[in-house]
């Protein structure tokens, strides 16, 4: 069972918590009809991710193997053939738009794109170098339209824009590790690392550190959906984790992984449950 678990990569379905943010900035989670629908389209996207993470390892099954911790991915390390992930695969995004459709086809829509943006990332745009980090970014963007749609909320387009904005802040802190591994061992985890190196990457992170800080600054004071004249207090624990999370990028060198810092930083759990506290305080209670 573990290599399956690992082939659908669960400890990934953290970012797919995304889908259930529409429904926490509306102020309407305690609402149990549409904290159940948006339930169910959070399950089925992390099904049909699921079945884009297992199209992409066998994409890069070669490149895997090369890699120092990839290399024990299930199919790169045989526990899992290709031929099986190939029927998995197949059969997961079935099951998502299934049971999507038991709650909104409108949302199917946004799924199915993110379907069309993740085979075009494993076909050809993951080798392209600025564009590769955008869809992974744009995926990000889709995973909140499906969960508005799921519940029929208006999303603020500030929310929109600081979404895109995080997401390529830490794609771009994905590839700086790529790069940092091609630098101090000659192999090359992606084609696309000889369109970006370390100064251009550290660059491009500090604009996206400051300009998601100024969004989420702009969100709190002016594009919320809730009229709270407190929520800019949070802004606090946005700039502490943007902060922490250069210092592991560029100090620790360690940010191969969003999901794994999230999971192991003490740091970042504190600042996020931190965050997370306050804002439920202000809009909730």
């Not at 309407?28 to 993470?53: E, G, N, P, Q, W």
Request: hydrophobic letters at 55%; aromatic letters at 12%.
């Amino acid at each position: 069972m573990k290599p399956f678990l690992s082939l659908l990569r669960v400890h990934q379905y953290i970012k797919n918590l995304f889908v259930l943010a529409p429904l926490f900035f509306a102020a309407k989670a305690s609402d149990i009809s549409l904290l159940l629908d948006a339930t169910v389209a959070f399950i089925a996207f992390c099904l049909c991710a699921s079945a884009m993470y297992i199209i992409n390892d066998i994409r890069d099954v070669e490149e895997d193997r090369q890699h120092d911790k990839k290399k024990h991915r299930a199919i790169a390390s045989g526990k899992v053939s290709i031929k099986t992930a190939l029927i998995i695969a197949a059969i997961l995004p079935f099951l998502a738009f299934g049971l999507l459709s038991q709650v909104s086809v409108s949302a199917m829509i946004p799924l199915a794109m993110y379907v069309v943006i993740n085979m075009a990332y494993n076909w050809r745009l993951k080798h392209i170098a600025i564009l590769d980090v955008s869809n992974i970014a744009l995926g990000f963007v889709l995973r909140l339209f499906v969960g508005a749609e799921s519940c029929d909320i208006h999303l603020s387009s500030w929310i929109v824009i600081i979404t895109f904005l995080l997401a390529l802040f830490l794609a771009l802190a994905k590839r700086r590790d790529d790069v940092l591994i091609y630098s101090n061992t000659g192999k090359k985890m992606r084609k696309v690392i000889d369109g970006y190196n370390l100064q251009f990457l550290d660059l491009s992170m500090t604009l996206m550190a400051a300009v998601v800080i100024v969004s989420y600054i702009f969100y709190t004071t002016t594009g919320s959906l809730i009229n709270d004249d407190r929520l800019y207090l949070t802004s606090v624990f946005v700039v502490l984790g943007i902060l922490r999370y250069l210092q592991i990028t560029i100090v620790e060198e360690r940010s191969g992984s969003p999901t794994q810092v999230v999971l192991k930083d003490l740091f970042m759990q504190l600042v996020l449950l931190a965050w997370l506290a306050s804002f439920i305080w202000i809009i909730y209670l």
